[in-house]
């Protein structure tokens, strides 16, 4: 397997050379393409590059007055604050693509907008939000008639109700996004299969999750994703700690760990210190649960990721309460309630239905318009050929009156000849 992964890497090498030897000969808008194309090979594998090239692309873009090339290094700026954590200057920075995109109407740029702000609104547990910017990529997404995008999205709402635990929802979305990506796109549909191998995780149907993860790992590992594959691996390294096989689930939550800290990914690190902590209380090895539950609610504070800020508390709570400490215990017990209370409140929950419920509705509008314009055309069309018969009468008629006008002057002429 590590095979496969090295042969997808050097394929990967080849369109990074091709493209820095296009860089000597390029100018102007052409040089931003290649940056931004640069920007987007390495945004998986190596993130410091990733932005510096968007950097590049951004300063070069400015300079021409490329609007649509601006609006996509700022994407590729903004994922990089996304993924090293730094929440403020990303939303900012998608903000300011918005911007470009809006100066030059293009409209595919701006659902590309409202999926990355989305996300980095859905990292930081603000669900709400997240819908929201959801919601609006797939209006755009919908009018554009862009069935990737459409399936793209779909993807992202589902992963949102996953996360409330509205599984069935959840699914419901992966799969559609699924029957698109499938041919289409395998990298998204690689992610599809993750998130429907997780649903069935949540519902403790082993197989059917297992099946799906199996399927997701290959096709990550052909494409040589090592963020996709860590989030495999923590997937498997759970299945594996669900059925009571620790020692297996460390050795893929470590293997994810390692991935994730060459990435710089520090969501993808907080989740495997909140997995490791997890083995280790089950082993009732406390000392290093509680080394690894401190990792994660230091990381989770410095990056303001609130739902890995609840998940620190309980696992400390447990922690505490098995050493017996169980005034520190109903502490840490308390800092999660509050937490946890937050981030699940029926309000947020009523906002995403009412979300929803918009987005419907204004596709059921837009479809009864567009029935109604057809309606419309048809009605004019008849009309027109109504008419356009009504006239081939009238010449038929015209040229009849003429044939019999033409007949009877000759046969007219030739009596009064006759009798001449």
Do not use: W
Not at 404 to 419: E, H, K, T
Request: charged share 25%; with cysteine.
């Amino acid at each position: 397997m590590l095979f496969a992964v090295q042969i997808i890497q050097a394929q990967n090498f080849v369109v990074i050379d091709s493209l820095m030897s296009r860089l000597e000969s390029s100018k102007d808008t052409s040089k931003v393409n290649i940056y931004n194309q640069l920007a987007y090979e390495y945004r998986k594998s190596e993130i410091l590059k990733s932005d510096s090239f968007a950097q590049r692309a951004i300063d070069l873009a400015t300079k021409e007055n490329y609007y649509k090339g601006l609006g996509y290094a700022y994407i590729h700026k903004g994922f990089a604050e996304k993924i090293i954590g730094d929440y403020p200057a990303s939303i900012q920075t998608f903000r300011l693509a918005l911007v470009n995109f809006v100066k030059c109407n293009f409209k595919p740029g701006y659902a590309a907008v409202y999926n990355n702000l989305a996300g980095v609104y859905y990292i930081q547990s603000n669900y709400v939000k997240a819908q929201f910017y959801y919601f609006e990529s797939l209006n755009i997404s919908g009018e554009l008639k862009d069935e990737i995008g459409v399936a793209k999205t779909y993807n992202n709402i589902g992963a949102v109700y996953m996360e409330q635990n509205e599984l069935d929802k959840a699914i419901q979305y992966f799969q559609k996004a699924y029957s698109i990506l499938e041919k289409a796109d395998p990298n998204q549909a690689a992610d599809c299969l993750n998130n429907i191998g997780t649903v069935y995780q949540y519902k403790k149907d082993t197989i059917k999750a297992i099946l799906n993860y199996r399927k997701c790992m290959e096709i990550n590992k052909r494409l040589g994703d090592k963020k996709d594959v860590s989030s495999v691996l923590n997937n498997i390294g759970f299945m594996y700690a669900e059925s009571g096989n620790y020692k297996l689930a460390l050795d893929h939550y470590y293997e994810s760990l390692q991935i994730d800290e060459s990435l710089g990914d520090v969501h993808g690190m907080s989740s495997c210190y909140g997995n490791i902590t997890n083995c280790y209380i089950k082993l009732n090895m406390l000392f290093a649960a509680n080394k690894y539950a401190n990792k994660m609610l230091e990381n989770a504070k410095k990056y303001s990721i609130k739902n890995d800020i609840s998940d620190s508390y309980k696992y400390l709570n447990i922690i505490e309460e098995a050493k017996g400490n169980y005034k520190e215990a109903l502490e840490y017990h308390k800092l999660f309630k509050a937490y946890n209370d937050s981030l699940f409140n029926d309000e947020s929950k009523n906002a995403q239905s009412q979300l929803e419920g918009l987005y419907i509705k204004e596709k059921s509008d837009k479809e009864k318009l567009i029935s109604n314009k057809d309606d419309e055309i048809k009605k004019i069309k008849s009309k027109e050929r109504e008419k356009e018969f009504s006239q081939y009468i009238l010449l038929i008629g015209f040229v009849l009156f003429l044939f019999i006008l033409i007949v009877y002057v000759s046969f007219f002429l030739i009596r009064r000849n006759r009798y001449s």
